[in-house]
């Protein structure tokens, strides 16, 4: 072997140690070798509370105090049932993807461990999973699920082919959906409050006019109108030719009235004569009962 094969086969092995010592190194560690010393990505392990970062992804906002605390005795008492979700930072070292609730509500309890599923996972993955486990929570409401939606499909590249395929719903429903963010705040506070449903906010976004909207949210909310009455009031207001149109009604000659009144006269009963523009009409002769019908009858025969 020449000497400047020998030369590049120590360069080979030189690299080889210098990567695997990089691997194997606990401030480099990401997808390999220890976590606190036992545990690998993949793994499920208890961790410590305080090793756990918070996820700077985190789609929800806004945590309710009175829940934390009933799920924090929860735990007090039956334990975390359902490991929370973190990626591998490096040695020693994790992030939040799934399930802060459950780690706001372990500290409260005084926890100083949780056990916690772990993965490695870039930041747009960490994102994308964050929303989506964010997106199947019971509790979210209609506006939170829209900005899921819609972050997914911005910040994840994600269609609404893709989004639908992600999530286990309809495009259908996802577009429903995303239409939400199209109404103006107010209406998107009042959504998110509970103040109307999202059968409201739907009958809303046929109107295309903020104004008109905010004037039809301040009656559903002092009339509190269903959402049937809302969509009525959507259609009087795209349509007020709708609203004023009339039946047509077709003039009938007085002879007619007169003969009407002589036959009401003589049969004891309502006669009414209706007549079309074209000449046609009908005699209608009314009866409230079995025996006034044969009554009629038995006089129009006998003449």
Known sequence: MSQEQNISKA????????????????DTDITSGD?????????????????????????RA??????????????????????????KLGFDKYQLISGERRLRASKIAGLTTIPVFIRVANDEQMLEMALIENIHRENLN?????????????ECNLT?????????????????????????????????????????ARALINFDNDEQQLLILQRIIEEELNVRQVEAVVRNINNPEQKQKKPKT???????KQHSKELSEKFLTKVDVRRASNGKGALVINFDNDAEFERIVASLISK
């Open 142 to 154: 209609a506006i939170e699920i829209a900005i899921s939606y819609q972050r997914l499909i911005d």
């Open 250 to 256: 077709n003039f009938v000659p007085a002879v007619y």
């Open 62 to 87: 806004d945590f309710d105090d009175m829940a934390l605390r009933e799920l924090a005795a929860s735990i007090k008492t039956q334990g975390i049932i359902q490991p929370v979700t973190v990626r």
């Open 160 to 200: 609404q082919e893709s989004l639908s395929e992600q999530v286990g719903k309809s495009r259908t429903t996802i577009t429903n959906f995303l239409r939400l963010l199209k109404l103006p705040p107010e209406v998107q506070i009042a959504l998110r409050d509970g103040h109307i449903t999202m059968g409201h």
């Open 11 to 26: 360069k080979r092995r030189g690299l080889g140690r210098g990567l695997e010592a990089i691997l194997q190194s606990p």
């Open 35 to 59: 976590i606190s010393g036992n545990y690998v990505a993949g793994a499920t392990a208890e961790i410590e509370l305080e090793k756990i970062e918070a996820n700077p992804f985190q789609p």
